[in-house]
């Protein structure tokens, strides 16, 4: 691992590790090193449960979607068993692709040389292998470790003994009446951005820039866990500004969370926002040096979703979700395109961190008990 000696240094970190008050950012290498981005891969991705979606989104037997996560392209699929199952997107026989994009299909077919595999992943078909102690059995498509939580799906290499259910416990009790179990997904949309990842998480959790950006108000720390940090915004309960067209309020919330928005950071590269009527959530996943791969996601609760007008009503819900994440991309490539400059060597960029950081300081933290595990 060429790390330029960063993860073999703790005193640059020093100061990461300090109480808020007192506390640096992360040194801007931690952001374009080669040796810190590949112990990212390592020790925190493949080590953590990422969200990858929800279980509404493939409903049905058959279907699937292949996805990109830190450690390469994932194929999710849902058997005839009902199961929704990860697999590495990778034919056992040479190693082709399996899928692209979703859809719906009664066995995955290798383009290659035809191997087929049955929706539990199973391979089913060889053409023309009789080699000697051949097994079909013994290349079944690679598995993946896979939980949920309301609703959404985390997937892994060699995830935490603790599951997103237990992790995440306070999280269920304060968002309990948003119900997101409950919810369906009507937006998706991907794209690929010219940033490292970890400046998507702390966008999405840098409340210091309320009152320099527009739309934005105070927020405070609502919750905290192991696995991930919640703020709250009073008085800012819908997703819109008042719009004779919003969706009605999530049915059976509470009346703080009428009033109230809801930030959460789902460590390591998930934000999910919860708002009076419907959940959205940003995740990120690297994508070689300096850039990263997000997903952003939407949900409502599944009585919005069939009523008759729901069309019209959630388009300008759609036009905010991409507007924003416009807005935000163009913010992450400045910040990527800072960080590699000149002026951000050395300690360089690792400034104080404002009182509402407090998340980005947690965020931080919780990075570099992982990354530097077994590195000094
Ligand atoms: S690489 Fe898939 S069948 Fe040969």
């Not at 998480?201 to 527009?214: F, L």
């Not at 009073?234 to 009033?259: F, H, K, N, Q």
């Not at 959630?314 to 992450?332: C, F, H, K, N, Q």
Request: neutral net charge; proline residues 7%.
């Amino acid at each position: 691992m060429t790390d330029g000696g960063l993860l073999s240094d703790p005193e640059r970190f020093t100061q990461v590790r300090s109480p808020l008050g007192r506390a640096r950012g992360l040194p801007a290498e931690c952001y374009t090193d080669p040796g810190f981005r590949a112990a990212e891969l390592s020790r925190v991705f493949a080590a953590s449960w990422n969200l990858v979606g929800r279980l509404d989104e493939l409903p049905t037997p058959g279907d699937y979607r292949a996805i990109h996560t830190a450690f390469g392209s994932v194929l999710l699929l849902r058997g005839e068993d009902g199961v929704l199952r990860a697999f590495a997107n990778t034919c056992r026989h040479r190693g082709t692709r399996l899928a692209e994009g979703a859809g719906n299909a009664a066995a995955l077919v290798c383009l290659r040389h035809g191997w087929t595999y049955g929706l539990d992943g199973r391979l089913t078909a060889a053409p023309g292998i009789a080699a000697h102690g051949f097994t079909p059995g013994d290349y079944g498509l690679t598995a993946l470790p896979t939980a949920h939580w309301q609703g959404f799906l985390f997937i892994g290499i060699e995830p935490p003994a603790e599951d997103p259910e237990t992790a995440f416990h306070d999280l269920s009790a304060l968002l309990g009446s948003h119900r997101l179990g409950q919810m369906v997904c009507v937006h998706r949309v991907e794209r690929r951005i010219a940033c490292d990842w970890k400046l998507a998480v702390e966008n999405g959790v840098e409340e210091y820039r309320a009152g320099t950006a527009p739309n934005t108000t105070r927020a405070r720390l609502a919750s905290l866990g192991p696995a991930y940090g919640a703020m709250v915004q009073d008085g800012v309960g819908a997703a819109l500004a008042e719009d004779a067209m919003a969706l009605p309020p999530i049915p059976g919330l509470s009346a703080p969370g009428r009033r109230a928005s809801y930030v959460a950071a789902l460590f390591p590269s998930t934000i999910l926002h919860c708002t009076r009527d419907c959940a959205w959530w940003l995740s990120a996943q690297p994508d070689g040096p300096g850039a990263c791969r997000v997903t952003l996601g939407a949900c409502v609760p599944a009585s919005s979703a069939t009523e008759a007008d729901f069309e019209a009503r959630i388009a300008p819900y759609r036009r905010r979700w991409d507007a924003a994440l416009e807005a935000d991309v163009a913010i992450m490539e400045k910040r990527q395109a800072g960080l590699s400059g000149c002026g951000a060597g050395g300690s360089g960029a690792g400034g104080p961190f404002a009182p509402s950081e407090i998340l980005v300081h947690r965020f931080a933290n919780w990075l570099l008990d992982r990354v530097l595990v077994g590195s000094a």
